[in-house]
């Protein structure tokens, strides 16, 4: 199985940024993407960010400009930068993976984070 722990979360004031960290560990056979998604409360979960395996990258239209999601392959850790926070970024992230484990190398599933809080507020 696949085991992820995301770090980073907190209070910060508008303006202000936050960084999430997302390290996967287990019985790793190869990760096909990583990628970032919140809910606020009342609302659906949605996709933040996300990246692949060839470094391909995509946003939700509203961070687009002040979010940036990046990967340490070696570390099998993803990362979401986020800079001019707004209160409507506040929501708990969550971290997802799609990977694959040793044995079943021939099998892609979804692992999910537990979520870290994230609160702009002055």
């Known amino acids: 199985q696949v085991q992820l722990v995301e770090s980073g979360g907190g209070l910060v004031q508008p303006g202000g940024s936050l960084r999430l960290s997302c390290a996967a560990s287990g019985s790793i056979f190869s990760i096909d993407s990583m990628g970032w998604y919140r809910q606020a409360p009342g609302k659906q979960r949605e996709l933040v960010a996300f990246i692949t395996n060839r470094v391909i990258t995509d946003y939700t239209d509203s961070v687009k400009g002040r979010f940036t999601i990046s990967r340490d392959i070696a570390k099998n850790t993803v990362y979401l930068e986020m800079n001019s926070l707004k209160p409507e970024d506040t929501a708990v992230y969550y971290c997802?993976?799609?990977?694959?484990?040793?044995?079943?190398?021939?099998?892609?599933?979804?692992?999910w984070g537990q979520g870290t809080q994230v609160t702009v507020s002055s």
């Open positions: 997802r993976v799609i990977a694959a484990i040793l044995s079943r190398p021939g099998v892609s599933d979804i692992y």
